[in-house]
């Protein structure tokens, strides 16, 4: 019997077990937003496949990914109707948006 994951993060130091909470909960945040996002706008994961010409399988797992291309964001976003921004935000809250980014 394997060991579980969980188990193999209670023997990490403290400061990594922290980092990893707080960059899984992150990750589900993420997660969610683009599920529910999807959600949101009463497209359901058939609809949106059948735009992309995928199947939705693909679409489940592209809302499960938590690293993706651009461009596959980006069409992502186009089948629902929608736009992607990217912005540079600095820690004074000033942003700018990049537009260069095919």
Do not use: H, W
């Not at 899984?24 to 994961?45: A, P, V, W």
């Amino acid at each position: 019997m394997g060991i579980s994951v969980r188990k193999i993060i209670e023997q990490l130091p403290k400061e990594r077990q922290n980092k990893i909470k707080k960059e899984s909960k992150i990750l589900i945040q993420q997660y969610r937003s683009l599920q529910e996002f999807r959600q949101s706008t009463g497209i359901t994961q058939e609809e949106l496949a059948a735009e992309l010409l995928q199947t939705q399988v693909n679409i489940s797992k592209l809302e499960n990914k938590n690293d993706m291309l651009l461009s596959t964001l980006r069409n992502y976003a186009q089948a629902l109707g929608c736009r992607l921004e990217i912005r540079l935000v600095g820690k004074d809250n000033k942003s700018i948006l990049i537009e260069n980014l095919q």
